[in-house]
């Protein structure tokens, strides 16, 4: 399989993304070959387009899998394996928010959760601990606003992102009714 000039540039900056979000770079090519492809791909087909060793394919493809961004797939007719990345570019985002959850937000709630469990033996650890209660509350705000958007259907997510700014005039807009009625007066 040979890339287009546009597969290629979105190959190797995808590669280059890889290391900042945490993966190497052949598991961040390897990804963006399958996203563009198309079509299912064996690890041959993945290693000859990349020219990238049978066993670098395997251990990209391992990572993939754990990440739950590629999956197993037989075609009929051949005994290979292929691997393909899901389909719906909602559902991508949704395993990437869960697994981002599961390998770095849920263990920083842990720590915070057992620091703010212990008894300060200091000013210095009270105002420590006061900084991590802040950042608790904030993670679990933030947190819990994602399982609601998660439990959205990507339709009503692509108008709530579409409204922007336009949600702050709805709240104050509401307040004001909110403040209106309860005075008495009009809003």
Not at 86 to 96: A, Q, T
Not at 97 to 124: F, G, N, V, W, Y
């Amino acid at each position: 399989m040979n890339l287009t000039p546009l597969a290629e540039r979105f190959v190797l900056h995808f590669g280059e993304m890889g290391s900042r979000w945490g993966v190497n770079r052949t598991v961040g090519q390897i990804y963006a070959l399958l996203y563009i492809s198309g079509k299912p791909l064996c690890a041959d087909e993945i290693g000859e387009t990349l020219a990238f060793s049978r066993s670098n394919v395997g251990i990209g493809i391992k990572e993939l899998q754990a990440w739950r961004l590629v999956k197993l797939v037989h075609l009929p007719g051949d005994r290979r394996d292929f691997f393909e990345p899901p389909k719906d570019v909602w559902d991508i985002f949704r395993v990437l928010m869960e697994e981002r959850r599961r390998r770095e937000i849920e263990p920083t709630l842990s720590m915070l959760r057992e620091a703010l469990l212990e008894r300060p033996d200091s000013e210095a650890d009270q105002i420590a601990q006061d900084r991590m209660r802040e950042m608790h509350g904030l993670i679990e705000l933030t947190t819990g606003w994602l399982d609601e958007v998660q439990r959205l259907s990507p339709e009503t997510v692509i108008r709530l992102m579409q409204l922007g700014a336009k949600v702050q005039k709805v709240l104050e807009f509401a307040d004001k009714l909110k403040f209106g009625a309860r005075d008495g007066g009009e809003a």
